[in-house]
């Protein structure tokens, strides 16, 4: 199953548990980035999109350090969750060992 079936997948139960409200426990080991809500405990993933943004922050507005191609491989190791409907991915892209912030939708 793909990462993101399996994420759209909890996040449609959480949504249903919560009344909408999406709730996100720390993972057992959330350590790679303290900032991470959630492990996936090194799950490898393409990008979906072209010119995709590997960002410093998990915001629009952080340094941009990187484009990705459609196709290229990363390693998710966890999610941000900034808000309602806002998840970000902190990955590394393979090919260059840069490690950054992807808007979930692009994975």
Request: charged share 15%.
């Given at each position: 199953?793909?990462?993101?079936?399996?994420?759209?997948?909890?996040?449609a139960?959480?949504?249903?548990?919560?009344?909408?409200?999406?709730?996100?426990?720390?993972?057992?080991?959330?350590?790679?980035?303290?900032?991470?809500?959630?492990?996936?405990?090194?799950?490898?993933?393409?990008?979906?999109?072209?010119?995709?943004?590997?960002?410093?922050?998990?915001?629009?507005?952080?340094?941009?350090?990187?484009?990705?191609?459609?196709?290229?491989?990363?390693?998710?190791?966890?999610?941000?969750?900034?808000?309602?409907?806002?998840?970000?991915?902190?990955?590394?892209?393979?090919?260059s060992?840069?490690?950054?912030?992807?808007?979930?939708?692009?994975?």
């Amino acid at each position: 199953m793909t990462l993101r079936r399996r994420l759209g997948m909890a996040t449609a139960s959480a949504l249903l548990l919560t009344g909408g409200a999406v709730v996100v426990a720390p993972g057992a080991s959330a350590a790679s980035h303290p900032s991470c809500d959630q492990d996936f405990r090194d799950h490898v993933a393409e990008i979906s999109g072209s010119n995709v943004r590997l960002r410093s922050k998990p915001s629009t507005n952080s340094t941009v350090l990187r484009l990705l191609q459609k196709g290229a491989d990363v390693t998710v190791y966890c999610q941000k969750n900034a808000g309602e409907a806002n998840w970000w991915y902190y990955v590394k892209h393979n090919a260059s060992g840069v490690k950054g912030w992807v808007w979930w939708a692009y994975v």
